[in-house]
């Protein structure tokens, strides 16, 4: 596997997340939900770590249905703990830990893993594949690039104020 196939499956699993987050909230808010994650652009990168993350835990439990669900609903379940406070918030959702973890998401991420596994990592392994080897070199430059500077250029503009009040959603703007 090489570095640079893995940084382009990174930020497509961060681009198919942040599309999942925006169209779940969408649908949850009645209303378009569009600034996910810590950056302005489509990238919502802890799916990308979480991705990556059961490409190497996982795998072992892939065989498996009831272990694989079981499995990815407790990664997930860790991950959101760890990075909870930054990125959901779930206290007005039944059955949650300080807002941070919720039982609907929890088992959601279950059926998630399950998916992954048996579908979507197969269709994302394909399009990068498909990705012309010079091509895929430079994607795997320009991405964590521009994340870098997007991620940098947004704290900078929190830390200073300069950033829009917008109506939010928990720790999300809306419009």
Known sequence: MKPYTMINWFFMYSFLGYLLECTVLSIEYRRPV???????????????FGALGAMFLLTPVAGDPVKLYTASMVMATVMIRLFGSFWWDYSTKP??????????????WGLLGIFFFHFLDRQVRQAVGHIPVKAGHV??????LYYLLDLLWCIHRRLGGEEDEKETVGRLKVY
Do not use: K, Q
Not at 139 to 144: D, I, R
């Open 139 to 144: 994607l795997a430059w320009v991405l964590p």
């Open 95 to 108: 059955f949650n830990y300080r807002g941070i973890i919720c039982l609907e998401s929890s088992l959601a």
């Open 34 to 48: 569009v600034d996910r994650g810590f950056g302005h652009g489509p990238f919502c990168v802890i799916y990308g």
